[in-house]
Each structure stands twice: as structure tokens, then as C-alpha cells.
């Protein structure tokens, strides 16, 4: 994530997918994050749906999120929009120190 201010984080993201017999698929996301605790995004799959999401956690273990897609493809008028709840708990200790380089795993 990148600092944008003391209360706003951004957190962009992309997958790459390759299956065999479909072609590959990019996802980009960015999400605005308040206070590390109310997030806010916009997602895009490529040439297939794009989507709102918002979330907040409510402690150090638990987050809940909602996610709106919207198909953007050829068969659009027959698919229907998703609607996805999530909810997040971290097991094990919350506090943890991220690896700062690759070079402790020697």
C-alpha cells in the first residue's frame, strides 16, 4: 500500500490468469483506504465485468466486505450482476512483522 496521507492508504493490485482453452484475463484493483479501517474501491476484469466495493473493519481480526460487479461483455443482457459479502478473520498472532527482503530467507 502507499501512504497518501496519515489517514489514507491506497492499495492498487492486478492478477494475471491463464487457463488452458480460455484466454488470459487481467483484474486491476484499487482501493482508498480511511483510517485503516473504512475501504473503498473500483475493480475491472478485462473485457468482462467492472465493480464497486467497500469495506470496514471492525477489529484487528475481523473485516466484512461487499462487492458490486457488472458484466461488460457480449453476453451482458442474459448475465446478471454479482452481489458478495465477505467476511475476514485473521487467525494467529495480528502482530506480525512483515518480511523487509528477500534475503532473510537465506
Not at 480460455?22 to 482508498?32: E, I, K, R, S, T
Not at 475491472?44 to 471492525?58: E, F, K, P, Q
Not at 494467529?92 to 527482503?101: L, M, T, W
Request: no cysteine; proline share 4%.
Amino acid at each position: 500500500s502507499f501512504e497518501v496521507s496519515d489517514k489514507i492508504q491506497i492499495r492498487p493490485s492486478m492478477l494475471l490468469k491463464a487457463v488452458s482453452g480460455a484466454p488470459v484475463q487481467f483484474d486491476y484493483n484499487a482501493v482508498l483506504s480511511f483510517y485503516r479501517m473504512v475501504d473503498v474501491g473500483v475493480s475491472y476484469r478485462s473485457g468482462d465485468a467492472a465493480g464497486l466495493l467497500t469495506g470496514i473493519t471492525l477489529n484487528e481480526r475481523v473485516t466484512i466486505n461487499y462487492v458490486y460487479e457488472m458484466p461488460l461483455n457480449l453476453f451482458a443482457k442474459t448475465t446478471i450482476q454479482t452481489h458478495e459479502v465477505g467476511l475476514r478473520y485473521r487467525f494467529g498472532n495480528v502482530h506480525y512483522q512483515a518480511i523487509q527482503s528477500p534475503r532473510f530467507f537465506n
